[in-house]
C-alpha cells in the first residue's frame, strides 16, 4: 500500500480515536453502524454477482443501509438516540450510492480498506462534502508526480485559508448580529434576520467546507465542492447547482432521475410538467426531513420543492418566460426575487419563522 | 444507431438544433435539463435496449449531441 493511502488510512483511524475517547456509548453505536453498513455493502455484491438483477435483494440492502439513520433521525423527538453520532447523516448517503451503483452494475468490486477510507475519510465525516466512491477511488489509486502532488498541496492550503476566514472571521462577525435581531419581529427585523442568517449560513458552511476539501487536496483526495458563489443565482433550478452541491447532485443522481424514470416507465402521469413538479417536491421534501424531523427542516424542503415545482411549470409554460429569459433585465428581476425567496427559505431553515408565527396560529388552533 | 438517438434527442429537448449542431452544449444552453437527461436515459433503455444509469455518466459526458451519441455507441459494442 503506497505512502499517501497507508496516512490517509492512519489519519482516519487517529481521527475515529480522537472523536470518540471518552464517548463510550457512540463508539458503540459508531461500531454497529459501520458493521452494518459493511455488511450490507459486501453482502449484497455478493449476492449481485450470484443472483443478478434481483429487486428484493437490492431493497433489502439499501432498507439495511438507511436503517440506521432513519432510527437516529426519528427516535430524536422521541429523547432517545439510536445511532446518535456526528456524520451518520452524510456516511449513510455514500454507503447508499454504493449499494445503488452494485445494483445498477456500475460498482463490480469493492476493497475494504479502500471502502473503509472512503465511507470514513475523516476531513468530510462530519459534515461532507459528500464525495462519491469511483471518484475517490481514482484520487485513492492515482500516482501523483511530485509536481502534481505539490499542486494538490497548494490548492489544499488555499482552501484551507479561505474557510478559515469565511468561517472564523466573516460567519463569526454575522453571528452577534443575529442574536440581536432574533429578538425583534417586526418586520424589517425579520428580512434582516434573514438576509444576515442566510449569509452566515454561506460562510459558515462554505468555509467549513473549504476547509475539509482543503485537507482531502492535501491528501491527494480532489473532494467535490459544495458552494459555487450561490447568491449570485439567477432563479431557483440555478441555486440548487450553486448551494450545498454534493448533496443536491447526490439527491439528483440518486433520488430525482430514477423517481422520474420510474414515472415515464410506468406511466403513473399524463404529462411531463406533472412528472417534473411531483419529482422535485418528493426529492425537496425529503431533502428536508433528511436535515432532521423538525417542522421547521420539514417546511424547508416543501417550500424548495413547491418553488422547484413552481419555477418548472412557469418556464414551460409562461409565454413571458419564453419571449424574455434571455434579456438582461429579466436576468436581474429573476435575480432579485430569487434572492428574495432563497433568504426567505433560510429564515424557515433558522426556525425563527415558525418562532415568529407560533403564537398566531397557536391561538387560532390551541396549540 | 446514429440517426435513432438524435430522433431520441430531438423529441426530448423540442429543438432540431441538435440536428444543426451536434457539438452545441446542451446543459449550458438551457436545451437539456435534469428532467429531460432522465427522460433521455428511459428511452436510450427502451428503444436502444442499451442501460445507462443516471449516476454512471457525469453530464460532462453528455454534453453535447455527438458526446452522446459517441458515450451510447461504445456502450452498443460492450
Known amino acids: ?12 483511524v487517529v481521527y475515529l480515536f480522537w472523536i470518540f475517547w471518552g464517548n463510550w ?6 461500531i454497529a453502524f459501520c458493521i452494518i453498513e459493511f455488511f450490507a455493502a459486501f453482502g449484497y455484491l455478493y449476492l449481485r454477482k450470484k ?70 475519510f475523516f476531513p468530510t465525516f462530519e459534515s461532507g462534502p459528500i464525495d462519491r466512491s469511483r471518484r475517490f477511488s481514482e484520487d485513492w489509486n492515482k ?49 434582516l434576520y434573514a438576509y444576515c442568517y442566510g449569509i452566515y449560513l454561506f460562510f459558515d458552511f462554505a468555509g467549513f467546507s473549504s476547509i475539509a476539501i482543503g ?80 417542522a421547521d427542516y420539514i417546511l424547508y424542503g416543501v417550500y424548495h420543492g413547491l418553488l422547484l415545482a413552481g419555477t418548472e411549470i412557469f418556464q414551460k409554460k409562461s409565454k413571458l418566460y419564453k419571449k424574455y429569459h434571455k434579456k438582461r433585465g429579466y436576468k436581474i428581476c429573476s435575480w432579485f426575487i430569487t434572492m428574495n425567496l432563497v433568504m426567505f427559505g433560510f429564515l424557515i431553515f433558522s426556525g425563527h419563522f415558525l418562532e415568529v408565527i407560533e403564537p398566531y396560529y397557536a391561538k387560532n388552533w390551541r396549540i | 444507431m446514429k440517426e435513432k438517438i438524435l430522433e431520441i434527442l430531438e423529441k426530448i429537448c423540442e429543438d432540431d438544433i441538435i440536428y444543426s449542431d451536434p457539438d452545441i452544449e446542451l446543459f449550458e444552453n438551457g436545451i437539456m435539463d435534469s ?16 442501460f445507462i444509469a443516471p449516476s454512471e455518466v457525469t453530464r460532462e459526458d453528455l454534453a453535447t449531441p455527438n458526446k452522446i451519441i459517441d458515450i451510447v455507441q461504445s456502450r452498443a459494442e460492450q
Open chain 1, 1 to 12: 500500500m503506497g505512502v499517501r493511502k497507508l496516512l490517509i488510512f492512519l489519519s482516519t
Open chain 1, 25 to 30: 456509548t457512540g463508539a458503540v453505536w459508531f
Open chain 1, 51 to 120: 443472483y443478478g438483477h434481483k429487486v428484493s435483494w437490492y431493497r433489502a440492502a439499501l432498507v439495511l443501509t438507511i436503517l440506521p439513520l432513519v432510527l437516529c433521525k426519528f427516535s430524536g423527538p422521541f429523547s432517545v438516540s439510536l445511532f446518535g453520532f456526528l456524520g451518520i447523516s452524510y456516511i449513510t448517503f455514500r454507503a447508499a450510492q454504493i449499494i445503488i451503483e452494485i445494483y445498477d452494475g456500475v460498482i463490480k468490486e469493492l476493497k475494504p480498506v479502500e471502502l473503509f477510507a472512503f465511507l470514513l
Open chain 1, 143 to 191: 500516482r501523483y508526480t511530485k509536481k502534481e502532488y505539490l499542486d494538490s498541496v497548494g490548492t489544499g492550503i488555499e482552501k484551507i485559508l479561505l474557510g478559515l476566514v469565511y468561517k472564523f472571521v466573516l460567519a463569526a462577525l454575522l453571528y452577534p448580529a443575529l442574536g440581536a435581531l432574533e429578538k425583534e419581529y417586526g418586520l424589517l427585523y425579520l428580512v
Open chain 1, 215 to 294: 485537507i482531502g487536496y492535501l491528501l491527494g483526495i480532489r473532494v467535490p465542492e459544495n458552494f459555487n458563489k450561490p447568491f449570485i443565482s439567477i432563479d431557483m433550478k440555478d441555486f440548487w447547482n450553486r448551494w450545498h452541491m454534493s448533496l443536491s447532485y447526490w439527491f439528483r443522481d440518486f433520488l430525482f432521475s430514477r423517481f422520474v424514470m420510474t414515472c415515464i416507465k410506468k406511466k403513473w402521469f399524463s404529462s411531463r410538467i406533472t412528472v417534473a413538479a411531483t419529482a422535485y417536491l418528493v426529492n425537496m421534501s425529503i431533502m428536508g426531513i433528511w436535515h432532521g424531523v423538525k
Open chain 2, 35 to 50: 428532467l429531460n437527461f432522465a427522460e433521455l436515459l428511459v428511452e436510450i433503455e427502451e428503444n436502444l435496449g442499451i
